[in-house]
């Protein structure tokens, strides 16, 4: 087959969260043959497993230890051969239409990076684009009602968030993997970040619409806060030297 995407879901202990996440990526991604679903698990332990082996529809990769998220989500993008790939959290949910407003945007010369509005089950947006400049990052409309006629523009932005996100493959070789010196947090940043600096665009699109669970996926707040700190020391020091240096090829 000749799949045009790359669905890459990246699993950890959810399998309640991820079966309604791919529940959702079969019913609205198009016809079967455009696209090529992946899941890539983390050493789950919580069933997970059978439940993928149970799924014919699904290429499943298993690891034998947690090796976190950029690491899991570089692995599904080798694995796969598609020219556009999306990452998606396995506690999000997309709708209906979600995905050839993203391929349009991609399909722009200029544009490397492409994330749609992220949204709560409940009505509230958490994902509608960074904006402002480095020094100064503004997370638009966080937490705010989800009203239509806020952030309703394509916007290109610092980053957007990586819960769900657009990549290019033949850009890959230009702007490398996933940097896996972040175990969890500000990967997909640091992606976006570099794709800016070599030119490209990173763009919010309104028109696609999914809804995010935020930190569905992981319940254990203070693991969460441990991560998010690591993560950000290091990305910090990163980009004060540059933010070109451990980045994979």
């Known amino acids: ?126 994902g509608a684009g960074v904006v402002g400049d480095e020094a100064n990052p503004n997370m638009r409309g966080w937490g705010e009602p989800d009203d239509p006629a806020r952030f309703a523009e394509p916007t290109a932005c610092l980053s957007i968030c990586g819960a769900c996100m657009g990549l290019k493959r033949d850009l890959l070789p230009e702007l490398g993997y996933f940097d896996e010196n972040f175990f969890h947090y500000f990967e997909e940043t640091d992606y976006c970040y570099r794709a800016r600096r070599h030119g490209y665009k990173v763009l919010y699109v309104p028109t696609s619409r999914v809804i995010h669970l935020v930190n569905g996926s992981c319940r254990n707040r203070r693991r969460l806060q441990a991560f998010f700190r690591q993560s950000k020391a290091y990305f910090d020091r990163k980009w004060r030297t540059g933010g070109e240096t451990n980045a994979l090829p």
């Open 1 to 126: 087959m000749n799949e045009t995407v790359d669905l890459i879901v990246v699993n950890y202990n959810t399998k309640t969260l991820l079966a309604d996440c791919l529940a959702s990526l079969r019913l609205h991604s198009g016809e079967p043959g455009t696209y090529r679903l992946w899941v890539v698990d983390n050493a789950s332990t919580d069933g997970s497993i059978p439940y993928l082996r149970s799924l014919p529809w699904v290429t499943a990769l298993y690891n034998r230890e947690n090796r976190g998220y950029a690491a899991a989500c570089n692995q599904g993008i080798k694995a796969g051969r598609a020219p556009f790939i999306f990452l998606l959290n396995s506690d999000t949910r997309v709708t209906a239409g979600w995905l050839p407003p993203l391929i349009q945007a991609l399909q722009d010369p200029e544009v490397a990076v492409a994330g749609p509005r992220l949204v709560t089950p409940d009505g509230f947006l958490v």
